[in-house]
């Protein structure tokens, strides 16, 4: 193995894109003797942020799961996090842009996986006609939902990097057998309408793109042994597969083994003529794993039950939420609620207050009229638009937990 290849691709000061990449919307606040650099100063940022804490609650494959010992989406973020820089670090790269853009990529995931995705893009759809992703959603989070206190106190933006809102928003797409190379342009963010639209605008993007891969394949087929839903006959296939891959069979399946695979194929192969690639053996690997766990881990029958939940729950908060909506009077019919429905409504209001028009609501009081003073963020939806409300509680409910989302289910259900 070579290492440093991309040492001269990576995003430092001498590099072309370094004025573009650390370009923040606006002026961020300096404190005197910081010693940290701009990429470090979005790490910390998103480390202290309420969505990342959230993380911990989220499902990665498993619904709520009780069991400490299964993988949720905090721990998936650190394990991309992890291949991504010892990746970056082999390459020559710059490991903080990939620590950065690893530990915030999956902030705009909603509670219940994919499955809380594809049931939020089909509420958002039918009433409003946009479109939801994940990935967008990180990016809307981090430019708009997650603040943090400034030095005064005052809740503020998180106004990252323009590289690592770049990481966040595209590191999804395919990448079997296709090498990937940033692209040269620098473009609005925001104006991205579709997954895999176009490539990350740095290398370090392009790694971590890769690295989200690498990371969930041998961590599923882990947490579903451990869970006991593999039967013999598709563990007796599973060490077919490797056989016929690799042409040996690990002792025992442990996701470091596939993590290490894989990023060995990696960096063998990789190099800056002919961008970050696995070989087709490390393809054909990935293919063959994400075929196998799409059959007999994603499909299975547990969780397909635990789909119908999952969307019921959703579906209900939705519901509630949308049947709130009264133009400028939507904040005290949420209030009135509150005898009802207590959680739901005090954490709704708070995020109509922290967030849309309603935080210049004349009679604001108590808790909600210290939320208001303290917060400098952008208010971002005009309560009066309809379609506007409708993105206020998509963005509401995809920032919930797994288990939030079910306290409130119970709450809605619950006499």
């Known amino acids: 193995m070579n290492r440093n290849l991309f040492q001269k691709c990576g995003i430092t000061e001498e590099h072309a894109k370094w004025e573009s990449c650390i370009r923040r919307e606006s002026q961020l606040y300096a404190r005197e003797g910081d010693m940290r650099s701009e990429f470090v100063r979005d790490y910390n940022r998103i480390l202290h942020s309420l969505a990342y804490r959230r993380l911990k609650h989220k499902t990665q494959v498993f619904f709520a799961t009780s069991n400490d010992h299964v993988c949720t989406r905090i721990e998936h973020v650190n394990h991309v996090a992890s291949v991504s820089y010892t990746v970056a670090k082999f390459l020559g790269l710059n490991t903080e ?116 891969k690498i990371s969930y394949l041998g961590r599923d087929i882990e947490d579903a042994m451990l869970l006991g839903i593999l039967s013999d006959g598709e563990l007796d296939e599973l060490s077919c597969i490797l056989r016929e891959c690799l042409g040996e069979t690990p002792p025992e399946m442990k996701n470091t083994f596939l993590m290490h695979v894989l990023m060995v194929d990696l960096c063998d192969h990789s190099c800056p003529n002919s961008g970050i690639q696995l070989s087709k053996k490390g393809s054909k690997l990935m293919a063959r794993i994400r075929d196998f766990s799409n059959q007999n881990i994603y499909a299975h029958k547990r969780i397909s039950i635990y789909n119908k939940y999952a969307d019921l729950i959703i579906n209900s908060i939705y519901d509630t939420l949308m049947g709130y909506y009264d133009g400028r009077n939507t904040l005290n019919r949420v209030l009135q609620s509150a005898t009802v429905y207590p959680k739901l409504a005090d954490s709704f209001a708070q995020w109509l207050v922290r967030y849309s028009t309603m935080r210049r609501n004349p009679v604001l009081d108590g808790k909600l009229e210290r939320i208001a003073a303290r917060s400098r963020n952008r208010i971002i939806d005009d309560i009066l638009d309809q379609h506007a409300y409708v993105r206020t509680v998509v963005a509401f409910i995809s920032g919930m937990t797994d288990l939030f989302a079910v306290k409130i289910f119970e709450e809605l259900t619950t006499f």
């Open 97 to 212: 842009l990939t620590t950065a853009i690893a530990t915030g990529h999956d902030l705009g995931h909603p509670p219940f996986g994919h499955t809380g995705e594809k049931v939020l893009a089909r509420l958002m759809k039918d009433a409003t006609g946009d479109d939801f992703w994940h990935e967008r959603n990180g990016l809307v989070f981090v430019d708009d939902y997650e603040t943090i206190p400034d030095p005064e106190g005052f809740e503020s933006n998180l106004n990252l990097t323009y590289a690592v809102r770049d990481g966040i928003v595209l590191h999804c797409g395919e990448v079997d057998e296709t090498a990937i190379r940033p692209r040269n342009e620098i473009i609005d963010l925001r104006s991205i309408t579709h997954v895999n639209a176009v490539a990350p605008y740095t290398w370090e993007g392009c790694v971590v793109k890769v690295a989200d």
